[in-house]
């Protein structure tokens, strides 16, 4: 920048006058309008190091048309001429630019691009190197919520959730639920289990069942579950069919049958415990692995 101050201050002094240069200043404003009268004065100003950009006074000029040429897209972005003068001048330097087949054409685009990277990074409260990011210019401006007419929490879906007090309108549900469970105990004492292991076991098997994502999830965790069959006092056999009697098979062979679904879906579905016990292969597997009858 300080660079660009000095081009455009400039003055020649000799003998303690200014030497007037109106003449030279008046050829050299029309020879870089055009991209090779541009690459020509590009070349002479960088030689040398770059010295020519604080010596020329060419390059005074061409910073002065730099903001007239680029001022319509400054304020587009609200900005000053002058900035958008200093990305062109920071593009002018770049050797991609000299070498370029249109050198004004590679000019204006980098001035277009920092232009929009100003405007995103004074709306996102940023960097100017920040907002050329992708994955930062995405985000909306910054804003208070104080800016808007409506209240921002009056409106927008983050800020909302549903009533967690709502009173719930009556239901059978808890009640046919409750009912359902009484009759897995019925069944497993009607087969000859221990009431307190029926009911032991098909409370704990349905309080497992509440906090899993899914029936199948739940069997398989129950089935490993050795702490709680020691608690409840269940060999491992007798555990595996009353979890394949309340829950059903896991597997995907008997997922749609009645075997698959379960005492207990099959109780909440509507059948009784009538029907159940007229099931053979239920009442024979339960049966079966009777605790203390060889399991």
Not at 27 to 35: L, R, W
Not at 279 to 294: C, F, H, K, R
């Amino acid at each position: 920048m300080r660079i660009l101050l000095n081009a455009v201050t400039h003055t020649y002094v000799t003998g303690g006058a200014a030497v007037d240069e109106t003449t030279q200043s008046d050829a050299a404003s029309t020879s870089f309008h055009n991209s090779e009268g541009l690459r020509t004065l590009l070349d002479r100003l960088q030689s040398n190091g770059g010295t020519g950009w604080r010596t020329d006074p060419d390059a005074a000029e061409l910073m002065r048309y730099a903001a007239d040429r680029y001022a319509a897209l400054a304020r587009k972005h609200g900005l000053d001429p002058w900035e958008a003068a200093a990305a062109a001048f920071d593009a002018m330097r770049a050797p991609a630019t000299l070498r370029a087949d249109d050198p004004w054409a590679i000019v204006t685009r980098a001035v277009q691009v920092t232009c929009i990277a100003e405007e995103r990074a004074q709306g996102l409260l940023c960097s100017v190197h920040q907002a050329r990011r992708p994955r930062v210019s995405s985000y909306h401006d910054a804003e208070r919520f104080s800016d808007r007419e409506h209240a921002l929490l009056d409106y927008h879906p983050a800020f909302r959730t549903d009533p967690v007090d709502t009173p719930r309108e009556p239901s059978e549900s808890p009640r046919e639920v409750e009912r359902a469970v009484e009759d897995a105990i019925s069944l497993f004492i009607l087969l000859g289990w221990e009431p307190d292991r029926s009911r032991g076991g098909v409370e704990y098997i349905c309080n497992r069942l509440a906090d899993a994502p899914s029936r199948a999830s739940a069997y398989e965790s129950l089935r490993r579950d050795y702490a709680a069959r020691a608690l409840l006092d269940i060999p491992q056999r007798a555990w595996i069919a009353m979890l394949r009697a309340v829950l059903g098979f896991s597997d995907q062979v008997h997922e749609h049958t009645v075997a698959g679904r379960g005492i207990l879906l099959r109780l909440l579905v509507g059948e009784h415990l009538r029907s159940l016990l007229q099931d053979d292969d239920l009442i024979a597997d339960i049966v079966g692995n009777l605790p203390g009858a060889g399991g």
